[in-house]
């Protein structure tokens, strides 16, 4: 089945700073999503995004599907960006089941 | 506004005693789902429905069971939990026309 890979696993960040954070999949993929994992544990959708690139406020994104990668970009962080961000796949064949990766910690410090 | 709702959001309950954790949304979806997410395993698909009456398995659907018997409405029921479904559990639907998935709030399900 699909793996997905995500990276860096931490990230330490001072307000205000930017960041990209990587998700590698091992096989195509026909849908995308980032997701922001908050700390009372809600998942938040960020982007549906299985090719192009997007752009929503201080968040964008871009899929590159035929190297299988999509990439987060958040600039002038803030405190509130803290917590786990995840990119999950899957395909149409199997039900748009998404395949979630291991998330990116993210914490913003004032 | 358009959701998905998951009720109860916090459950501490005993090895054996059966519970159903209701899911719900508003927005006339077709697909719904469940995931399970563990420290160091990630958020794991446990059963999926295409739609009413229309029900299969997802990677991880033992010890649990579901049922669609109207649209908007998917619980996940427990007929005799373990410690091992200790876990957080999210629901999650979709449209017929888009692969994008909206989850619920998540509950978090203790079992002693």
């Known amino acids: 089945g699909i793996q997905v890979e995500q990276s860096p696993p931490d990230l330490i960040l001072q307000e205000g700073a930017n960041s990209t954070l990587r998700c590698n999949f091992s096989d195509s993929v026909n849908n995308l999503q980032w997701f922001h994992q908050n700390p009372w544990g809600q998942l938040i959708n960020l982007f549906y995004i299985p090719s192009g690139t997007k752009q929503n406020g201080r968040l964008s994104a871009t899929t590159v599907a035929t190297e299988r990668y999509s990439l987060l970009y958040i600039s002038s962080s803030q405190t509130t960006d803290s917590g786990v961000y995840f990119c999950?796949?899957?395909?149409?064949?199997?039900?748009?089941?998404?395949?979630f990766g291991q998330g990116t910690e993210l914490s913003v410090k004032p | 506004e358009a959701q998905v709702t998951q009720n109860p959001r916090y459950l501490i309950t005993v090895t054996g005693k059966k519970l159903t954790v209701t899911c719900s949304q508003n927005?006339?979806?077709?697909?719904m789902s469940w995931y399970r997410q563990d420290p160091g395993l990630g958020l794991r698909q446990i059963y999926y429905s295409m739609n009413v009456e229309v029900t299969d398995k997802g990677d991880v659907p033992e010890g649990y069971k579901v049922s669609r018997k109207e649209k908007r409405n998917f619980p996940l029921i427990l007929e005799s939990p373990s410690p091992n479904q200790t876990s957080l559990y999210f629901c999650?639907?979709?449209?017929?026309?888009?692969?994008?998935?909206?989850f619920g709030p998540g509950t978090r399900l203790t079992v002693t």
């Open positions: 999950a796949g899957g395909n149409y064949n199997q039900g748009g089941k998404l395949i």
């Open positions: 927005m006339n979806h077709e697909y």
């Open positions: 999650a639907s979709r449209g017929q026309d888009t692969y994008e998935q909206y």
